[in-house]
């Protein structure tokens, strides 16, 4: 299922451009475009659900092994030491885009960049190594 009026479902058929590290049947994670750190990636359904109350048990399920991927190869690619796992439902929770998505914001040592908002010029990098860290 896909809503045609919905960025998130347009992107995550590859309708529109993204900076994407990793891709299967049924998610697309790309690199958000406004980081919170270098690294930060959006795991986006191909099938459209609102937020986590329409998300089906199979969808829900495989998005965690997903994430799970994905922060395995921040560690590795980006060197973080640890990451969370975001996930906002409805506009007053922070929900921008009302198309389920996990946030993967990958966390680094007080010492090494925290990636503030600026991160997005090392978009390109990051996605680099996001791509290799998977093989």
């Known amino acids: 299922m896909k809503d045609e009026n919905c960025i998130f479902c347009k992107i995550a058929a590859g309708e529109i451009p993204s900076e994407t ?3 299967d049947e049924q998610f697309r994670a790309i ?3 406004g980081p919170a750190s ?7 359904p191909k099938a459209h659900f609102k937020d986590v109350t329409e998300i089906s048990d199979e969808y829900a399920a495989n998005v965690l092994k997903v994430a799970a991927k994905l922060g395995k190869a921040m560690k590795k690619g980006l060197g973080c030491e640890g990451f969370n796992l975001v996930q906002n439902n409805g506009e007053a929770a922070g929900q921008t885009v009302m198309h389920f998505h996990m946030h993967v914001i990958p966390r680094y040592a007080a010492s090494k960049e925290r990636g503030t908002r600026k991160a997005g010029s090392k978009i ?3 996605a680099g190594r996001l791509k290799r860290s998977f093989y």
């Open 21 to 23: 590290v990793y891709e």
């Open 31 to 33: 690199l958000d475009l």
């Open 38 to 44: 270098a690294g930060h990636t959006l795991i986006l």
């Open 124 to 126: 390109k990098r990051s």
